[in-house]
């Protein structure tokens, strides 16, 4: 390493370090006998490249890694990729200027895996770059053979204990994406609408009806009103004739319908809305399906068939008008379910797929959520609100073409499933045949399923995942080759890691990450996945819109912004905010983070310049009050930042950190004892000894508390300022950070009193000179200072700092 430059090198520092981190495998996992602490890290899903948003909510996280490092843990943390599934495919298609319907499956999923490899690496060149210390050995990828077979496994015993089931019934469709989607994809947007007000006939009657969607007069099945409005009564129990299509349909009631809505009776198509699927289920109504997985009217339908779903729409509206049926139309404002892939808007649709149940398990889902720390503690109900409003069981089905296969073929004769065998996982059913005669009825044909696993039927499997690479990695024979997920427990890391320690994620997907993982955990181990959960804001271009990896935001590139800042400044940056809180990116908010950079450079170039001669063997026996202070104020610091971080708040506890080393620290000891540095002979050698041994002890543990925010420039300083000669330890970050009271470090309460009072005494005579418009370097005659009885012996001792800090002649002391 170099010796001190005048300035900090920044990138060129930063990518030294990075090397040597890497060549001397510090971040590397080894088993040991230090006690385990196991991160479930989000697998950034390769959909293009990372954004600031990835960086804020990964670096609080790696901090809180970094800081149980220095703990003396074992730290298990890897880094996956979410490589299958539409994200993934998008962007080959967008890339690659190709079309899936245009290759074999297989051959599409190679393409994009070859893709997802190249976007893989520059993840990884990015990670490294901003410091993150992964052990890039623990790397995983969602659509690999290893994790392909976990979920593959994971998906046969769930349906073999019926927990996964196939069904044909209505399903949330994307006609853009051209698949079946979960209700945890779905987001919402206001859009300008109309409500069409039409009659419908009973008998010589008119029941009128206001709909959004007269498109799907063709496709009703039932007219509802609410069984205490009165006004319609009379209409129960007969049927209603429908407009244009002169079919008849029954007329029911049911609590569900608002009287204040529209005309307070509704028609139920299969299927406009969630609402219409609810009164299909239980009232086992008839279902029409009028509408293609292609967003289109089936060809056969009267006046519209084969139009888009807009156009069909302005198409019976037209009609309605020509035909003077239409009453009324009403310009609203409504809130329409959108597929959070592609912002289209969602339909239903009756459809064939694979569900995992949910719904008959919200009370145990509910209930994991109280085994499970929750940082913040407001996130918490997110989850429980999303389980208790949870409709739909888990669809987990995708009509698409890169993600891991359905391990099933279907008989040709009676459509029975048949599942292939754990020993030949992981297998594509669409390339390989089954090879036996159905169990059901002796046929031999089988039909392959077509479909893909939703991706986050495989990424919920990240701690079973994580404990399957720590068994390969042990060479753990013995669960080498598993054919169940049970087969996990069998190795001796399963209780050292599960329940993970934590899990660190952005409050987007707590509906989907946290919600599925509980969910697969549950089902295949019997216990909650993780004893503590992080839950990360986010980073906002504007307000109340986050920043996106597909809206091409190149002011947000984060290699850009470590180019112009050092990856430490970005961390600092993201350092800055309460867990859980989102953030607008500005870039004039790196100001701060470059004036600390600075400041701790110069600060430790100036004590480490005076620790050339110093021993730490030759520690004084008594040291100088002032110095006592520091060193107390020292641990103190170092208790209250830790208790922040063992509450996840890196935020909180860098601000305490802060605080120390501006106002204690640099405005005031140093300072304080500059004399005594530079003039043993006027002050003393013993007491140049005492101000070293405080300087050194405050330096070294000042630099492990900023280690896990900057640790590139604190890695620099310990290694240029040749500190790792008193430590005997190759790098800052393999050294403890002590922050147990009683086991550890402690602090006197005098000594950090003594310290308040002097600084306050300081404070005035720096302030008395301001006023009077006095240089600082001015002498003056004398300087007043006051304080407690109990600790006048500690000002007297202190009295020779005093005069050489506050440029007097001498110091007059007064009781307060």
């Known amino acids: 390493m170099n010796k001190f430059q005048k300035r900090y090198p920044g990138v060129s520092a930063e990518r030294e370090i990075q090397k040597f981190w890497e060549d001397n495998k510090i971040y590397k996992f080894y088993l040991n006998e230090k006690p385990i602490y196991s991160v479930d890290t989000p697998p950034p899903t390769v ?8 960086i804020f909510s990964f670096a609080q996280a790696e901090m809180l890694v970094r800081f149980k490092r220095m703990q003396g843990y074992n730290v ?32 599409f999923s190679k393409k994009c895996t070859e ?55 209505p399903v949330l469709w994307c006609t853009l994406c051209n698949t079946s989607v979960a209700q945890a994809e779905l987001d919402s947007k206001d859009t300008d609408s109309k409500f069409y007000y039409i009659p419908f006939a009973v008998g010589e009657k008119i029941l009128e009806i206001a709909t959004t969607r007269p498109e799907l007069l063709c496709a009703v099945v039932c007219v509802f009103v609410n069984p205490k409005d009165h006004r319609y009564s009379e209409f129960v129990g007969k049927t209603a004739k429908i407009p244009l299509y002169n079919f008849e349909v029954p007329i029911l009631s049911d609590s569900k319908v608002d009287p204040e809505k529209g005309t307070g009776a509704v028609m139920c198509s299969t299927f406009g809305d969630t609402t219409d699927v609810e009164w ?27 139009l888009s779903i807009k156009n069909a729409r302005k198409e019976i509206v037209n009609l309605l008008k020509e035909k003077k049926i239409l009453l009324k139309s009403e310009d609203i404002t409504h809130t329409v379910s959108t597929h959070e892939r592609c912002g289209r808007e969602i339909e239903i649709i009756n459809s064939n797929q694979w569900y995992i149940d949910v719904l008959s398990k919200k009370d145990e889902l509910i209930r994991a959520a109280d085994q499970t720390e929750w940082h913040p503690k407001s996130m918490k109900k997110r989850y429980t609100s999303w389980v208790k409003n949870l409709k739909w069981d888990w669809c987990i089905s995708r009509q698409r073409y890169s993600g891991i296969p359905f391990p099933v073929w279907y008989c040709s004769n009676c459509y029975e499933p048949h599942f292939a065998q754990k020993d030949q996982l992981p297998i594509d059913p669409m390339k390989t045949s089954y090879e036996h005669n159905c169990e059901k009825c002796g046929n031999n044909e089988f039909i392959p399923e077509k479909s893909v696993m939703d991706t986050w039927a495989t990424s919920s499997l990240t701690p079973q995942i994580n404990l399957n690479k720590l068994n390969l990695i042990n060479n753990n024979s013995q669960i080498k080759n598993i054919e169940n997920i049970e087969d996990l427990e069998k190795g001796e890391f399963f209780k050292k890691i599960i329940p993970m320690n934590m899990r660190t994620q952005a409050h987007d997907i707590i509906r989907t990450w946290t919600f599925y993982t509980i969910v697969k955990s549950l089902y295949h181990l019997k216990k909650i996945p993780w004893k503590k959960i992080m839950i990360c804001g986010f980073v906002l271009a504007k307000r109340g819109e986050k920043i996106s990896k597909s809206k091409g935001e190149s002011k947000f590139d984060p290699l850009l912004l470590i180019e112009n800042n050092t990856a430490d400044i970005l961390r600092y940056w993201a350092a800055g905010t309460k867990l859980g809180t989102d953030v607008f990116f500005d870039i004039n908010d790196m100001k701060d983070a470059r004036r600390f950079t600075t400041k701790l450079w110069n600060c430790s170039k100036f004590i480490i310049s005076h620790l050339e001669d110093f021993d730490l063997s030759s520690k004084p026996t008594k040291l100088k009050p002032v110095d006592d202070w520091i060193i107390n104020k020292t641990n103190k610091v170092m208790l209250e930042a830790g208790e ?29 004892v500059k004399q005594r540095l530079y003039q043993p002979d006027i002050h003393g050698e013993k007491e140049r000894q005492s101000a070293q041994y405080a300087c050194y002890y405050c330096l070294i543990n000042i630099l492990k508390m900023y280690a896990i925010y900057v640790p590139h420039l604190t890695e620099y300083i310990y290694l240029n300022g040749n500190l790792n000669r008193f430590t005997g330890v190759q790098s800052i970050h393999m050294l403890f950070w002590e922050k147990n009271l009683e086991k550890n470090i402690n602090f006197n309460k005098e000594m950090i009193l003594f310290g308040e009072e002097l600084k306050d005494s300081i404070f005035k005579a720096r302030k008395y000179r301001s006023e009077h418009n006095m240089s600082m370097k001015t002498t003056v005659e004398s300087v007043s200072i006051e304080h407690s009885k109990n600790l006048e012996n500690l000002f007297i001792e202190t009295k020779k700092d005093l005069i050489a800090c506050l440029q007097s002649k001498q110091i007059i002391y007064k009781l307060k």
């Open 47 to 54: 959909s293009g490249g990372l954004h600031i948003g990835h």
């Open 76 to 107: 298990y943390f890897p880094i996956g990729f979410d490589d299958n599934g539409l994200a993934t495919e998008r962007l080959a298609e967008k890339e690659l200027g190709i079309k899936p319907i245009d290759f074999e499956r297989y051959e």
């Open 115 to 169: 893709l997802s490899k190249k976007y893989e690496n520059k993840f990884k060149d990015l990670l490294k770059s901003m410091g993150f210390s992964y052990d890039f050995d623990l790397e995983y990828s969602t659509i690999s053979d290893e994790v392909c077979k976990i979920s593959q496994i994971s998906f046969i015993e769930l349906a073999k204990k019926s927990k996964a089931y196939l069904k044909e019934s």
């Open 280 to 306: 299909y289920n239980e009232k086992k109504l008839a279902c029409k399906s009028v509408i293609t997985k292609y967003g289109k009217i089936k060809q056969d339908v009267l006046f519209i068939g084969s």
């Open 644 to 672: 922040f971080l063992e509450n996840f708040e890196t935020g909180l506890a860098r601000r305490v950190i802060d605080d120390f080393f501006w106002k204690d620290f640099c405005d005031n000891y140093i300072e304080i």
